[in-house]
Antibody
Framework: EVQLLESGGGLVQPGGSLRLSCAAS????????MSWVRQAPGKGLQWVSA????????HYADSVKGRFTISRDISKNTLYLQMNSLRAEDTAVYYC?????????????WGQGTLVTVSS | EIVMTQSPATLSVSPGERATLSCRAS??????LAWYQQKPGQAPRLLIY???TRATGIPARFSGSGSGTEFTLTISSLQSEDFAVYYC??????????FGQGTNLDIK
């Protein structure tokens, strides 16, 4: 059974940093692209970033480019999102999702999400 | 960036009736379109990919159609568990992947 479990969310001040993690199980982690998708309170879904299965290719939404970094540790079956220079508009539930690169360009499994609140 | 527009924003339907949800792309996305269902407090769930292929475990009452810029998700006979928000997503031109703003399907 595919499972994705996010952690690392919380309250952070504007300009601060946070690192999200997503522990994956139930599938061969290195064989699948992974993505982060966020949802601001009461709003729709917004794709944030994707990384290829091998980790050699990454992509970002313009709104986070230069501030967020996606990475993965295949030995730990874990996906990360390093978020720097956080802004109020980054407040959202952040979902880890399988997919988002060539071969699987939609999102077939999702974690339960972790809430990030950017506020002073 | 391809803009996805869903209509209507809210759809009120009685249990047992058919629901038809629409999604329009600002330019052709071929058949590279997915549909997701999201219930309150839960993560989205993949329903349809390739515009018309049901994901594993999705009941046959869910069907998708369309290509190019016009797409439809049809739920043939609504069950109580189907009342939720539905999103379409294009994956023809990326990055970025883009979602519609959602259709809230509620009980009439």
């Amino acid at each position: 059974e595919v499972q994705l479990l996010e952690s690392g969310g919380g309250l952070v001040q504007p300009g601060g940093s946070l690192r999200l993690s997503c522990a994956a199980s139930g599938f061969t982690f290195s064989s699948y692209a992974m993505s982060w998708v966020r949802q601001a309170p009461g709003k729709g879904l917004q794709w944030v970033s994707a990384i290829s299965g091998s980790g050699d290719r990454t992509h970002y939404a313009d709104s986070v480019k230069g501030r967020f970094t996606i990475s993965r540790d295949i030995s730990k079956n874990t996906l990360y999102l390093q978020m720097n220079s956080l802004r109020a508009e980054d407040t959202a539930v952040y979902y880890c999702a399988r997919g988002g690169h060539y071969g699987l360009e939609y999102f077939d499994f999702w974690g339960q999400g972790t809430l990030v609140t950017v506020s002073s | 960036e391809i803009v996805m527009t869903q209509s209507p924003a809210t759809l009120s339907v009685s249990p047992g009736e058919r629901a038809t949800l629409s999604c329009r792309a600002s330019q052709s996305v071929s058949s590279n379109l997915a549909w997701y269902q999201q219930k309150p407090g839960q993560a989205p769930r993949l329903l349809i990919y390739g515009a018309s292929t049901r994901a594993t475990g999705i009941p046959a009452r869910f069907s998708g159609s369309g290509s190019g810029t016009e797409f439809t998700l049809t739920i043939s006979s609504l069950q109580s568990e189907d009342f939720a928000v539905y999103y379409c997503q294009q994956y023809n031109n990326w990055p970025p992947y883009t979602f519609g703003q959602g259709t809230n399907l509620d009980i009439k």
